[in-house]
Structure formats: C-alpha cells, structure tokens
T-cell receptor, first 115, second 112 residues
Framework: ETGVTQTPRHLVMGMTNKKSLKCEQH?????MYWYKQSAKKPLELMFV???????ENNSVPSRFSPECPNSSHLFLHLHTLQPEDSALYLC??????????????FGPGTRLTVT | QQQVKQSPQSLIVQKGGISIINCAYE??????FPWYQQFPGKGPALLIA?????SEKKEGRFTISFNKSAKQFSLHIMDSQPGDSATYFC???????????FGTGTRLKVLA
C-alpha cells in the first residue's frame, strides 16, 4: 500500500444525488491532488492543494467541489453529476513545491458510476 | 506543448522477453520523468523515475533510457514476467509549475 487511502472504493449515484469522496494520506506530505481517470485518456488533473490552499483548478465543472481541511485529508463533494462523469477518481499526495522530492503517490481510487 | 505522447497503446510479450514502451514530449521545461505501473483495481504506483541530467537509470529489471536531444524517454522491462502484466504510464513533471502531465498508458500483457 502507498500510504494514501480512499473511500469509498466504489460508488454508484444518480444524477440528482450528493455524495463525497474521501482521501487520507499518511506520508507526511503537504500537497494533495484529485485526478480523473477515464478509459483511453491521460490522467486528468482536477485540483491541487498545497498546505491546505487550493493552487490549481483545472477548469473543473462546479458540480465537483473539493475540500481540504488539513494536509492529511482531501474530499471531493459531488452533486448533480452527469453520466460522462463516470470514471476512476484518484487522489495523490507529494511533498509541497520547493521541496527536493517530486515523487507523487496515488491512492487506489474510487470507481464512480453515475446512472 | 504540454502533451506527453506514449506508444504503443498495447503490447504483448512472451515471458522472458523485453518490453519497451516509448514516450515523447515537447516542453523542455520538464525536469522529472517518472513511470507508473497500474494493476486493475489499484491506483498507479511509482515504478522508476529519471531526471534529465542522466541518460539511463536501472532498477532491477526496469530501465529508463532518456534522450534529451530527441525529447524522448523509454521504459525497458527485461526478462518480462506474467506478473508484469499491467498498464504503464509515463509522465513528465515541471518543478516550475509543480504539475504532472501523463501519457495515455500502455497495456502490457506478458504471456506465460
């Protein structure tokens, strides 16, 4: 295991539901990321947080709302999603910018299906 | 300019053979090039990485070859084993923006 955990591992939700994805890292990192992984597409960066501050929002629709209460926890709140939002959502963590290590570690992902 | 082009999309290799996956980039600001291995139902796991000041890095059966002038890098898996069957992603990172750009992935199957 990489030290990054995600819950739930699988989620099926209707288009009108509200749900949240949770990520926790036990690596002492200060940067956390949300990625979307769809079939036959590169990993898409969604959000970046450094020291709890959002530093990147990669033109993500407002139906995805991130929250980072501290450097160890990251949430992705979901509401009124579309079927095309079905994908594997990956959380990752790394040292913050300015540190010497660039290594990024991923969680196992949440497989989201929007019906 | 921000893309990383990865090939092939899929690869079948006999056990004991050499698996080779290639990536190409355009942005010369990239300064760290990792490879990730992903098994079904798991997140990508960092496999091996290289910085552009070296041309090759080897860890066990895995080798990265880096050609700075051609802006290409490749992963070689020597003595490929069925347990290596997975999807492999290359990535490029720039410390200036602290962003990773990922390739589209190569699905490797090693036949027993």
């Amino acid at each position: 295991e990489t030290g990054v955990t995600q819950t739930p591992r699988h989620l099926v939700m209707g288009m009108t539901n509200k749900k949240s994805l949770k990520c926790e890292q036990h690596l002492g990192h200060n940067a956390m990321y949300w990625y979307k992984q769809s079939a036959k597409k590169p990993l898409e960066l969604m959000f970046v947080y450094n020291f709890k501050e959002q530093t990147e929002n990669n033109s993500v629709p407002s139906r995805f709302s991130p929250e980072c209460p501290n450097s160890s926890h990251l949430f992705l709140h979901l509401h009124t999603l579309q079927p095309e939002d079905s994908a594997l959502y990956l959380c990752a963590s790394s040292q913050a910018p300015g540190q010497k290590s660039y290594e990024q570690y991923f969680g196992p992902g949440t497989r989201l299906t929007v019906t | 300019q921000q893309q990383v082009k990865q090939s092939p999309q899929s690869l079948i290799v006999q056990k004991g053979g050499i698996s080779i996956i290639n990536c190409a980039y355009e942005n010369t600001a990239f300064d760290y090039f990792p490879w990730y291995q992903q098994f079904p139902g798991k997140g990508p796991a960092l496999l091996i990485a290289i910085r552009p000041d070296v041309s090759e890095k080897k860890e066990g059966r895995f080798t990265i070859s880096f050609n700075k002038s051609a802006k290409q890098f490749s992963l070689h898996i020597m003595d490929s084993q069925p347990g290596d069957s997975a999807t492999y992603f290359c990535a490029a990172f720039t410390s200036g923006t602290y962003k990773y750009i990922f390739g589209t992935g190569t699905r490797l199957k090693v036949l027993a």
